[in-house]
């Protein structure tokens, strides 16, 4: 069963950083396209960032320049460091594993990231 377990949500102030991990049990990590989504209470969630099995990264209009996403393939880890939080920041960030050519899609149980003074 495939597991992806996210560490590092929590409470910062404005202006403030946080590093998101997510630890994957997936054997062929190397092959799945990964991505972080949020949602905020009341909203649909949505793509924050994506990396795909090259490393090219993509962000969300709002996250440029604040967020970067990357990757550790020995590791089975995929990381967000955000930087620059708004409040606007607050919401349940996901962790997403994707096989586009299988169409298989694995989904963590989401970490809190809270945004406010």
């Known amino acids: 069963q495939v597991q992806l377990v996210e560490s590092g949500g929590g409470l910062v102030q404005p202006g403030g950083s946080l590093r998101l991990a997510c630890t994957s049990s997936?054997?062929?990590?190397?092959?799945?396209?990964m991505g972080w989504y949020r949602q905020a209470p009341g909203k649909e969630r949505e793509l924050v960032a994506a990396?795909?099995?090259?490393?090219?990264?993509n962000y969300a209009d709002s996250v440029k320049g604040r967020f970067t996403i990357f990757r550790d393939n020995a590791k089975k880890t995929v990381y967000l460091q955000m930087n620059s939080l708004k409040p606007e920041d607050t919401a349940v960030y996901y962790c997403?594993?994707?096989?586009?050519?299988?169409?298989?899609?694995?989904w963590g149980q989401g970490t809190q990231v809270t945004v406010s003074s």
């Open positions: 997403n594993a994707r096989l586009e050519t299988l169409g298989w899609d694995y």
């Open positions: 997936i054997s062929t990590f190397s092959l799945y396209a």
């Open positions: 990396i795909s099995t090259d490393d090219s990264p």
